[in-house]
């Protein structure tokens, strides 16, 4: 059963790591049926359906991000108000995310769906993959409303400390994707239109889920009066997710140019690079899982105006996702290849050379993780704490430097410029970041210190 907690008291390690760990081992599974997408599409449908569905990343991720970057914004807001105590302030905000996000949800859909065309060939997909990358998203954006709802009451739980609910969640999501995947794909030869289908039908699950949970704790238990439109509460909202989602979207804008760089290497390189790509998300997961833990424990804390154990927090936070990203590293230079080798059932000499492409990739990739690992606990952590604008910046640097690595290093380095690219864009960011923070806690400790006077 869904349940509060307050992490404005105890061990801040301790705390952290139990709160992360459930969302670490969602995103693992969120993670892993995107991989059995991957796996059953290219084994079963070969190279071709491989680097459509594959190749969909940046824009799948561009859309959707929007939505799940407003609904962070809103948990944000839910984090602050239930550390300070004030619950009567949860119902006002969580009403107001719910009106904001049925309007956000329309946005989305009609964008989404009337420029996916037009957007696949300014990207410059190759005809071998463009109407079968089109069929696939256009049933993953049916399925906006859903993932909006899921990011949304999973923001709520996350932001009261129920970090498990979400978890559930997602298992029994995982379950449902691999059995549809493999029963659309494989029994039903329905290809990319099957694949998809499977991840909008696991999607609804999670967010029925969650929606159960959160209608069961009293907290969230909201009346009519507080989904009546409020001025001044949407314009607190949309301040707090409005740079996240943006900070989305501007990086998506130089994933997008990326890709369309990837696209003008060729049909394998498209197939390899995309390939490692979508393994980036399992590098990442538990990045994003002590970035998330933290970005609630300093929701909290600084609701609860407790700024020390938010510094005591994000140092520790810090030193459990540069440790964490060092094994990672170490494990896909070990066993990287094999792990790609399972999504590729093709022509050997075709096979051959997409694992090598793929693999470079990885490699790359695994050495910029502890700078990534850095970037998602420095950037969460302001965001908790209320300044949404520095990492939204930082979308921007990731933009810049991303634009420049994918459009400058190939002339110099081949292919490697591409591939250098992506983690060149992570550097800037997190230096930016850390920057950051630590003119946002001066700030607020001089902000204390004339409140207290």
């Not at 439109?229 to 140019?257: C, D, S």
Request: with cysteine; net charge positive; hydrophobic share 55%.
């Amino acid at each position: 059963m869904a349940k509060t907690r307050d992490m404005t008291v105890g061990n801040p390690a301790r705390l952290i790591l139990s709160f992360c760990l459930p969302i670490a081992a969602g995103n693992l599974l969120q993670q892993f049926y995107n991989i059995v997408d991957t796996l059953v599409i290219g084994r079963g449908e070969g190279v071709a359906a491989l680097a459509a569905v594959s190749g969909s990343g940046w824009l799948d991720w561009g859309i959707l991000s929007v939505a799940m970057g407003l609904a962070q914004g809103f948990g944000i807001q839910i984090a602050q108000s239930f550390g300070s105590g004030n619950h009567e302030e949860v119902k006002r905000f969580e009403g107001q995310s719910i009106f904001l996000s049925v309007l956000i949800v329309l946005f989305l859909e009609t964008l989404s769906q009337a420029f996916l065309f037009p957007a696949l060939q300014l990207l410059r997909f190759p005809e071998d993959t463009i109407y079968l990358t089109n069929t696939y998203l256009r049933i993953v954006f049916a399925g906006i409303p859903v993932v909006m709802g899921y990011n949304l009451l999973s923001g709520f739980l996350y932001a009261v400390g129920d970090s498990k609910t979400p978890l559930i969640a997602l298992s029994l999501a995982t379950v449902v994707n691999i059995v549809l995947d493999v029963f659309l794909v494989i029994s039903l030869r329905l290809g990319v239109t099957g694949a998809a289908a499977a991840t909008v039908s696991s999607q609804c699950i999670s967010f029925v889920i969650c929606l159960l949970a959160v209608c069961r704790l009293p907290i969230f238990r909201i009346h009519r009066k507080h989904l009546i439109p409020e001025k001044k509460a949407i314009v607190r909202l949309l301040k707090l997710g409005t740079p996240i989602a943006f900070q989305n979207a501007i990086i998506t804008v130089g994933g997008l140019i990326l890709q369309r760089v990837v696209n003008g290497f060729g049909f394998l390189f498209m197939a390899g690079y995309n390939a490692a790509a979508r393994l980036q998300g399992m590098l990442e997961l538990f990045g994003t899982a002590v970035g998330n833990a933290m970005g609630t424990f300093a929701g909290q804390n600084i609701g609860a105006k407790k700024l020390d154990r938010v510094r005591i927090g994000l140092r520790q936070s810090a030193q459990i996702a540069f440790g964490m990203a060092l094994v990672i590293a170490l494990l896909m230079f070990l066993f990287g290849r094999q792990l790609l080798a399972l999504f590729v059932e093709d022509d050997p000499e075709v096979v051959e050379q997409v694992l090598v492409y793929a693999f470079r990739f990885l490699r790359v990739l695994a050495c910029g993780l502890p700078c990534l690992y850095l970037l998602f606990v420095y950037r969460s952590t302001l965001q908790g704490l209320g300044d949404t604008f520095i990492p939204m910046v930082s979308g921007g640097v990731e933009l810049v430097m991303r634009i420049l690595g994918a459009l400058l290093l190939p002339a110099l380095i081949g292919e490697w410029g591409v591939y250098f690219a992506e983690i060149s864009a992570w550097i800037g960011a997190a230096i930016l970041l850390m920057f950051g923070y630590y003119h946002r806690i001066h700030r607020l400790e001089l902000f204390l210190a004339r409140e207290n006077e």
